[in-house]
């Protein structure tokens, strides 16, 4: 079986209109967000991964634990997060 990188940049809602997503890491307990290389509490300036495979190399690199990784609508609205490490 092969599987692929899920690598979408849109999101569509009801209506047919596209909104731009961003994956960003966020600490479970501080609700802090990464930026190089430590923790900001405004998610505008949280880095941006590509897909799930590079923020796992972030937190590897970084030795982050208790980090989840969000999807965030522009808007300012973390719509899924999920435990990474």
């Known amino acids: 079986m092969e599987f692929e990188t899920m690598a979408a940049r849109k999101v569509h809602n ?10 960003v890491l966020r600490h479970r307990d501080s609700r802090e967000y990464f930026k ?4 900001t509490n405004n998610p505008n300036e949280a880095d941006c991964f ?5 923020a796992a190399e972030i937190c590897a ?3 982050l634990n208790d980090v989840e990784l969000a999807l965030r609508f522009e808007t300012g609205c973390d719509v899924f ?4 490490r």
């Open 14 to 23: 009801g209506n047919g209109n596209g909104r731009n997503i961003k994956r």
């Open 36 to 39: 190089d290389g430590g923790w």
């Open 50 to 54: 590509s897909d799930a495979v590079e």
């Open 61 to 63: 690199r970084f030795q």
């Open 81 to 84: 997060c999920t435990p990474i």
